[in-house]
């Protein structure tokens, strides 16, 4: 059990970290192309890695019941929460955009309260607020900027994807064991993906491959290697061997990492 704990908290750990710095790897993808192009793109990747991986091994395709979780999960992981937070770091900047992000663990108290299902401690409440009120002085110089008008579509994205995202987690934890959720995450990236690039194309709203920057193509690389497919894997083993509330910490370590990865990478200041 310690051993299952030790690697659990070292998976929630690399979870911090990367996500933390894919939040300036979206930013640099979607720098010189249409956002829904570029997810399209990075999720199909990822999920044909995920799949094929899975089939190699003998794995059996999803049954009847299963498409189910698949689909859903897909809209609210990927088209909705990935597709938004995208759009959104592409209209405001990157500190704003985390700050969005660390809104999630509020949804999940949130959520989980409205349904009845849980009870909330007092004590967990103050933490969660005094977590995301920390981030908001870390990044208080971007807090003006929730005032500008020209952000506020942004900042609404930001809202509407980590509040599927939420739902996603809840749901991924309460009915991962009726479903293989590493095999199930291939399909759901795949569908999204193809999607999403079907969408991006219907709207006009692309460029074409070969006008895609190298530059861009690195960025992607990291987001469907490193992000979409280690990280992820990361993510799921953590949720479903601690508790909900603590692997949400990841979305107040995130905004940290990224504004130091930010400064590191693309020279962003650090105040």
């Not at 299952?4 to 010189?32: N, P």
């Not at 949130?110 to 909330?120: D, K, P, Q």
């Not at 953590?238 to 905004?255: D, K």
Request: hydrophobic share 55%; glycine share 10%.
């Amino acid at each position: 059990m310690v051993k299952t704990d030790q690697k659990a908290y070292f998976a929630l750990a690399l979870v911090c970290l990367v996500w933390g710095v894919s939040w300036v790897g979206t930013k640099e993808a979607v720098r010189y192309m249409p956002t829904f192009q570029m997810v399209g793109i990075r999720q199909t990747l990822a999920g044909t890695a995920y799949v094929l991986f899975f089939l190699l091994r003998g794995a059996k395709l999803p049954r009847k019941k299963e498409w189910y979780p698949i689909l859903l999960l897909s809209l609210l992981n990927f088209m909705i929460s990935n597709g938004l937070a995208s759009w959104g770091v592409k209209l405001t900047t990157a500190g704003l955009s985390a700050i969005m992000g660390a809104i999630f663990p509020l949804w999940l108290v949130l959520i989980l309260a409205v349904r009845g299902g849980n009870r909330i401690p007092g004590m967990a409440w103050s933490g969660i607020l005094v977590g995301f009120g920390g981030v908001c002085i870390v990044f208080y110089e971007h807090l003006h900027e929730l005032f500008n008008y020209s952000f506020l579509g942004g900042i609404f994205l930001g809202l509407m994807a980590s509040l599927a995202w939420a739902y996603g987690t809840i749901y991924t934890k309460e009915f991962a064991s009726t479903f293989n959720p590493y095999h199930s995450i291939g399909w759901q990236m795949l569908i999204s993906g193809i999607t999403l690039s079907l969408f991006a194309k219907a709207t006009g709203d692309v460029i074409p491959v070969g006008e895609i920057r190298l530059y861009t193509w690195g960025a992607i690389f990291f987001l469907v290697v490193v992000s979409s497919v280690i990280a992820f894997v990361a993510y799921l083993y953590a949720l479903q061997r601690l508790p909900t509330g603590l692997v949400s910490v990841y979305a107040y370590i995130n905004p940290i990492v990224a504004v130091l990865a930010g400064s590191l990478f693309t020279g962003e200041p650090l105040t």
